[in-house]
């Protein structure tokens, strides 16, 4: 089989200004194009469309990864190919990847094989520099708060509680932990500082939750930056910044249009990390989806645990969004792995090692039945060494808990191979739901509440225990008024525990919160659970040094 | 009169192909649009045009400035305009503002009054990615270099050697001096660095002397970041990082094409500071703009003796490029000031200081002409306080010396305010030049020798010193086989010596070196004559805090 840049370098793109109109109705004039086969759906017409009746919302989430990936966004998009394919108005909603693991290990992020969004090397390098833009808003603060330090700083921050970071979009480890201001009074006040990947940057995780320009700036004005050394909160409102921010910001809001190989459309907008953040595409291209479209197909980050649990309990909840049925990816190899095979041995048959595995998953479509209230069917993401008994089993698995299984193979053939799959989500969606949507916890709960209602309703944990420095934290926020919020777990995407070697569907686990941090922009309390990383670095041997541009100004080495 | 963004904001502007397709030729299908009202020319086609004879290329330069500067982009927009007017098939090459300013002291760099290029707020903000673009790839060497030392170091690069920096397009003088990479060893070897703004970066001159994507990936992989332990060279070929480096420049060195107020077309593309690097917008953007259109008016940094001299001696001579006419800048104002007269007090009538600071001008009109060997016409860009006296005294003192000085108020005018001035411009195209082209001093002449004939030849300096590291450096240079490229001075812009206060034409002066750094993949050796900031800061009220974004998403405060 070709390479995904190879298939996505021989596919014919039609222009997006025909793919706007004929698959979304949407004019030329309300188009800005960035080439010809990108767009951004101009904001001022899609604020006019308020009025319109929604489509229908899928979300596509999957059991605990294993550290290669379900196929979570080659399934969106083979699930959306097919719905297009079988005639249904539809359209995808994902994320915009990182350059960061583009040219570190894990290469692009625009789907696989068969089921791509496409200009592929546009969407992996820049896209429409929403990114860039981001990163311009995130560091013009960071400059912003460091120039009132060093002009006297009227407002007396401490400089040792600043936690607004600068961002880059970039491996790069060297930059995790550094000194700043150094070199004498003409370069300010040294303190430690340190840089985040941009997907990492509660700037990102704002865009993805904002719903108008208005929203935009109202909510960059809301973010604490640090404290005064009266410890009273300071927002980027308090240093002026919002409003210049939003400006950086205002293009980077509406949404993208590209395209499936397959010419069904996709809107890929923003790109939260699922751990400190929430980790879906923004509401912005999810509502203008569900305007747009009679079907939107949207996946969220990590395992359900994590994404759609945030899907549900953060975006759902700030936007009033609401999924009509969940998608889950499953694989033969990630059950495998839940059942205790190794990493290197899950290419061989072992038909107790799924039925043993299948406790993760079991677990995942309980949550997200009986906790969230969403109906759902299991997409079987088929791998060239899953054995046609391995698959079957997997079907008679999940079909004992009640939950119809459809092997997909997508990534191999495209929409054809997900078109089983697709008229399962038909029916599905077609079927009184037996289930009431609803959040994890109440707003109103106290934030120890919301962590111990996640923690033991979905992680299966038996308690919550608190760093002191992190109590504390979490006291502080509190009263300073932020105790309303939803809170954001930020834990291992491998394990329903922090423990990410302890696979399958653990019990009665201890959860430790280890540090607690405000995204009061954003509006939620990330509650960090074990070490995580917001600021990759690069491999040994990064994909850097395969990517090239040959004389004719092909990219070459994408994957 | 009307404020920069609210003259920019009343514009009808015209859609980009329209202009495309009337002014320079280009077919829509050419174009990469970003937007309706910006466009990229596809660099496959432009590449086709190779056998188009060249147009004439129109220099755009100045006497030494105040601070507040003296128009020269407005002189090259008004300029551009007024031979648009009148019928002549004229595009404007500009350089693309950085952000850093724009949030900063300056403001915008889209030209001002009525002669601007628009649409202003997206020039002035992101534009068409190109900044974040090389900001990218600059960042991607930094974080190979680094990950290449934590990796094992196989090269066995000499950390304390290392002169790459990162660079960002924000004014942030905490970024000045940092250390990296603490946080023990995961993160990396500690080691001191630092962050540049994106026009100070040599990858920022490599673009602006680039020809082709071949040349661009040939340049970058020439880049020395630094030595080995055995002083020995390692460049980003090294590194494997210039094919990912060029990757992520391919879309950004097609150049950008924008229009004026007046419907003019104007290439606005790469941006070097015209200290550290060359200060003059890409050869790409001109050399396109000399095969579709009969005149190219571009406009070079800071004086003559600085922005023309790197114009002459670095892009001629590396493109083969050669200017058919200099348009001098002067002003009232600045004469005044290198007539002795305090910034304060520049809108008080004084004959006998424009008079003075004749002295100033002089010597740049002596430089271009007998140095350069260009002939030249003098724009006397009128301000609101100059008087009829001043103004006629500067074309009488300008005449005295065999040069033509045309009044222009285009300012307030736009193209009509430089009708006389495009008149002589082209009267000056049409007279056989009696000077020969030529460059400061030659290729084979060692690199003190090129610095001393451009300091005694331009600068009227009587000798030249060096710092002892500075000199050793320049031996190392040398002794790696650098010998032979030109040098790029970095001094002051105020002054013909590196002291800003020393006003007028001062003599004799000694020019100190007191640093020198190589730009191997420039093709430069920068000397640099006193501080030269490369990371600028905010001042106390930036203008970050008046820029804003209304509800309807209209942009404010810039200027």
Partial sequence: MLSDIEIANAAV????????????????????????HKAKVDLTHLASLADRPLGRLVLVTALSPTPPGEGKTTTTVGLTDALHGLGHSTVACLREPSMGPVFGMKGGAAGGGYSQVVPMTDINLHFTGDFAALAAANNLLAALIDNHVHHGNELDIDVRSVTWKRVLDVNDRALREVVVALGGHVNGFPREDGFDIVVASELMAIFCLTESWADLKRRIGDIVIGYTRAMKPVTARDLGAHGAMAALLRDALAPNLVQTLEGAPAFVHGGPFANIAHGCSSVMATRAGLRLADLVVTEAGFGADLGAEKFVDIKCRKSGLRPDVAVVVATVRALKYHGGVALADLGTEDIGAVEAGMVNLRRHLDNIREVYGIPCVVAVNRFPSDTDTEIARVVDLVAAEGVRAYPATHFADGGLGAQD????????????????FSFTYDDDLSLTGKVEAIATRLYGAGLVTWDAKARRRLTRIERDGYGGLPVCVAKTQYSFSTDPTVVGAPSGHELHVREVRLSAGAGFVVVVCGDMMTMPGLPRDPSASRIDLADDGTILGLS
């Fill in 421 to 436: 799959l697709a008229k399962g989500v038909l029916q599905a969606l077609d079927e009184p739901s037996p289930y009431t």
């Fill in 13 to 36: 793109l039609r222009p997006i200004k025909d793919v706007a109109s004929e698959t979304l109705g949407i004019e030329e004039r309300h188009l800005v194009p960035y080439g010809h």
